[in-house]
């Protein structure tokens, strides 16, 4: 049996699309979801690409996903924002968020806007390139569903809360630092699944916080790590990061924070004593010209990522990676040769074809 | 022989004031650095306080620092500033490049402030608390010597680039996360060299690239490495953090980074070919009201707080510990039993004592 199929990308787009569309997504949300989806697949993160969207459409027929949602800007100031996103998916939700903190750069030099009451949405890459373009820097965080064990915790508190930070350089491409919190992403524990292997120590511990190698601990109360994956090595800090994510994403803006994070999967139910509205976001754009003029600020960063980037290394590697080189590589070969799917999401999939009547890919 | 000596907090602080006076320090800039100072050692981050203070004398006597600085600001948009510290203390520089952020945050709901021409700010955690009054969120960084290599290198191009986030509560104590980017601070490297013990491997690597113990290895050519201890750990998302600081800090501003950044020792030259001027900083104040009425804001950070300290924990830990916990704690003790100082230290600073006939406490 195959491991994996080759979809091109236009076709798998072409898809994406039509579900959107059966989900009762406007033709403009369709194709924004379908975008940013595929923004994952492109970039080599595929956990959270086209694998997601069976979850995606769980959750909307769970009512729990709103596809046609009334997003609203609740409260503002010059550079700042708070957005409900009427339950919608976040993949709508956040670039609307992103939208707004780049027009208050616009106007008063910086944008940062909290986001409440929204859906997973996807990666933070996607939002905060979004900036580029506009010469600006794009940040973008989300909570997620708690899988995570702060430093000393049995119980699973966090979500991996990623961050991204997208800065614009000149000749070279833009330096896009895009991760999770937590020592290695859950995208990486499926893998391990899939190939029937061990995790690494210090990924993962058991319900009673201990150490352990076995992907499948966490059907078990066993928890993801923070970045540093133990106090020694700067767990606390990994914590740090998440807490600081979890805080900006929902304590801003009312949405829920923590344990209290609506899982992603329909099966679990969200807990019964919400602290907030649906999960959190947070976006911000800085206009680099509010700093220094754009020229000048693209011509160092080029000198930043050249020196890097050639800097001398340990015995058999070739240069230090700069963020954002793997996953624009990987868009570059996707683009061409199409997306490898795994076999199990392509089972995935073609169930959702059969449930909306749509045509898979062949 | 003692390993250390405790001297009252009152005492140590009028005797670094003398040594900031005796350096032509205002009376202000001197009350101010001294407040800085002491405030490292007071919250238990020895390697940043009083244990500097000899090397800040070094790069004055060097003329490399100007402790009569004409701190300009060079550039500001509505919600965002660039400021020319003139080579003053970053002691003195930080704070008030806070003060601009909050300023701004006042008037357009946050403000942003890039510091070029600064030297070592002592504690990131003093700068971002200064928010908290203000009930805002506070955010301080800075780029620093380059003692640490990115995932794949040998060679030193950031330093341990700290990134503190000081977030207010109700009836809890704030919120403040306050660390350095790599797996472990080089001030417990310090720790290790005087008491003659080894390194925990994943914090160190030689000139090689290879894991070390040894800490002093970085004499050797060695490096500190990013949060995560390798590649498999997720030390490329530490090496994105300590980057993100550097670029923040510096190519915004116009500051020196990487590489160029220099040292913060006075028998090390700067780099003969600057890429930009002085070491950099970025710092941040949002206003709670800005996204939510403050109120709600510090009830839920209390309910965040309260949830996560109330954690089952693993066996004989007795709590999860909320980021700031261990600094407020050392500082009461600290203030009402005095301050443990290093014997090293305490030479040093009776050095200075004879150097500007000033007493030292007994």
């Known amino acids: 049996m195959k491991e994996e199929e080759i979809i091109p990308a236009k076709d798998l787009s072409k898809f994406v699309n039509n579900v959107f569309l059966a989900m009762n997504c406007s033709p403009k949300d369709a194709e924004l979801s379908t975008n940013v ?18 979850g995606y459409v769980r959750l909307w027929e769970a009512k729990r996903i709103n596809t046609k949602p009334a997003i609203k800007t609740i409260y503002e100031t010059p550079s700042t924002g708070v957005i409900d996103g009427d339950q919608g998916l976040g993949l709508v939700v956040a670039p609307h968020a992103m939208r707004l903190a780049i027009d208050k750069a616009n106007k008063c ?7 409440k009451n929204s859906n997973h949405f996807g990666i933070a890459g996607y939002h905060a390139m979004l900036a580029l373009e506009h010469d600006m820097i794009g940040m973008a965080m989300t909570n997620a569903s708690p899988l995570v064990a702060p430093t000393f915790s049995t119980e699973r508190l966090l979500g991996t809360n990623p ?39 210090g990924w993962i511990q058991d319900k009673e916080g201990a150490s352990s190698t076995n992907p499948h601990e966490l059907k078990d109360g066993g928890a993801l790590i923070p970045l540093g994956s133990d106090r020694e ?37 969200p807990p019964a004593d919400p602290v907030g509205e649906g999960i959190g976001h947070f976006v911000g754009a800085m206009r680099v010209d509010a700093f220094r003029p754009v020229s000048e600020f ?36 996707r683009l061409k040769e199409g997306i490898p799917i795994n076999e199990k999401v392509v089972d995935d999939l073609k169930i959702l074809a059969e449930k909306f009547s749509i045509t898979f890919p062949k």
């Open 163 to 201: 961050i991204c930070v997208a800065i614009p350089a000149d000749s070279q491409p833009a330096f896009v630092a895009d991760f999770a919190t937590t020592t290695a992403a859950n995208g990486k524990l499926e893998i391990l699944q899939r190939k029937s292997k061990q995790a690494p120590i």
């Open 109 to 115: 030099g910086t944008g940062w806007v909290a986001v």
């Open 233 to 269: 090595h700067g767990s606390h800090k990994g914590f740090c990061l998440g807490a600081w994510v979890d805080i900006f994403s929902a304590v801003l803006s009312g949405a829920n924070y923590g344990p209290w994070v609506p899982p992603f999967v329909s099966f679990l139910a």
């Open 37 to 54: 989806l595929l923004s994952a697949d492109l970039r080599g993160i595929d956990s959270h690409g086209v694998a997601r969207l069976s």
């Open 298 to 333: 693209k011509q160092h960063m080029d000198q930043w990522i050249n020196r890097f980037r050639s800097a001398k290394t340990v015995a058999g590697e070739s240069s230090v990676i700069i963020p954002g080189d793997p996953e624009r590589e990987s868009e570059a070969v």
